[in-house]
T-cell receptor
Framework: SQTIHQWPATLVQPVGSPLSLECTVE??????LYWYRQAAGRGLQLLFY??????ISSEVPQNLSASRPQDRQFILSSKKLLLSDSGFYLC?????????????FGSGTRLTVV | GDSVTQMEGPVTLSEEAFLTINCTYT??????LFWYVQYPGEGLQLLLK?????DKGSNKGFEATYRKETTSFHLEKGSVQVSDSAVYFC??????????????FGTGTLLAVQP
């Protein structure tokens, strides 16, 4: 069966420090991968998506970047965190278009920048 | 562009009350429609879906019908329980764009069920 792993679950980082969040998928090949952010009291914003190794599309200009070094690995990074980067980060995957089955989400990482 | 509009929360109900959370959408063509649920401190789980007009998605006592004429996908449950307390997200994926179809979310509606 397919599973998605995200870590860490919780992270507190000082302003200006680097960030690396990792997401891996098991049990499927060539998934589409997505990073979403949920800011406090707000909805979900798509940050990045990837349809293959090394292929990253950014939805909004920001302080973050993403990479996909392997088929089932998706990494969210920042060189210097800002206070506004605080939020709940969710990784998701879909096979094909996601039109029929939607996405499967990881359990999320709660990031607090202090 | 494509978008989803949900009713503002929080929605506070007593146990066994009837629930409706309104959701309307704007999209080109025939999107697929979804309801996701987020329990406190957790990620999102798919609750139900519908992929064409007049389809009814159902799961765990929740139902939603894809109404193309009113561009709506309202979530309903006949008798809510305390364990249903969560944030509910309406979402759509357009049926164009190939492999890069994106899941577009509403802002979420917090449901609080009191015993």
């Amino acid at each position: 069966s397919q599973t998605i792993h995200q870590w860490p679950a919780t992270l507190v980082q000082p302003v200006g420090s680097p960030l690396s969040l990792e997401c891996t998928v098991e049990g499927t090949s060539n998934p589409n991968l997505y990073w979403y952010r949920q800011a406090a009291g707000r909805g979900l914003q798509l940050l990045f998506y990837s349809v293959g190794i090394g292929q990253i599309s950014s939805e909004v200009p920001q302080n973050l970047s993403a990479s996909r070094p392997q088929d089932r690995q998706f990494i969210l990074s920042s060189k210097k965190l800002l206070l506004s980067d605080s939020g709940f980060y969710l990784c998701a995957w879909s096979v094909g278009t996601g039109w029929v089955n939607g996405y499967t989400f990881g359990s999320g990482t709660r990031l607090t920048v202090v | 562009g494509d978008s989803v509009t949900q009713m503002e929360g929080p929605v506070t109900l007593s146990e066994e009350a009837f629930l409706t959370i309104n959701c309307t959408y704007t999209a080109t063509g025939y999107p697929s429609l979804f309801w996701y649920v987020q329990y406190p401190g957790e990620g999102l789980q798919l609750l139900l879906k519908a992929t064409k007009a007049d389809d009814k998605g159902s799961n765990k006592g929740f139902e939603a019908t894809y109404r193309k004429e009113t561009t709506s996908f309202h979530l309903e449950k006949g008798s809510v329980q305390v364990s249903d307390s969560a944030v509910y997200f309406c979402a759509l994926t357009p049926n164009y764009g190939g492999a890069t179809n994106k899941l577009i979310f509403g802002t979420g509606t917090l449901l609080a069920v009191q015993p």
